[in-house]
């Protein structure tokens, strides 16, 4: 499967964005899908995760109350709504899939992923 993000940009301090990762193939609906981070000089970290069916989703502490992940298999799409946005969001954010998982599993680690995005980069001025 072929991932393309998009809907980063330059916003700013409580401003929104909100991040689509488009899938190709047939088997959308059956991955789970993550969004990570990666800011300069840290490591890449999860953001947020849903499962086949939406029936589970997980948030990084940071982001909780503030991003919501959602997904619509009909389009193949994963989105990332980014609310209260902070200096700290500032990175380079990726969609990644998994074709593990169930319609409640998830993965917040990078290795239980398959596929990646090519990434979109969220600055956030302060």
């Known amino acids: 499967v072929q991932l393309q993000a998009s809907g980063g940009g330059l916003v700013q301090a409580g401003g929104s964005l909100r991040l689509s990762c488009v899938a190709s193939g047939r088997t959308f609906s059956s991955y789970a899908m993550g969004w990570f981070r990666q800011a300069p000089g840290k490591e890449r970290e999860i953001v947020a995760a849903?499962?086949?069916?939406?029936?589970?989703?997980y948030y990084e502490n940071s982001v909780k109350g503030r991003f919501t992940i959602s997904r619509d298999n009909a389009k193949n799409t994963v989105y990332l709504q980014m609310n209260s946005l902070k200096p700290e969001d500032t990175a380079v954010y990726y969609c990644?899939?998994?074709?593990?998982?169930?319609?409640?599993?998830?993965?917040?680690?990078?290795?239980?992923?398959?596929?990646w995005g090519q990434g979109t980069q969220v600055t956030v001025s302060s």
């Open positions: 990644a899939a998994s074709s593990r998982g169930s319609a409640t599993v998830l993965f917040t680690t990078g290795p239980a992923y398959s596929y």
């Open positions: 849903i499962s086949w069916n939406s029936g589970s989703t």
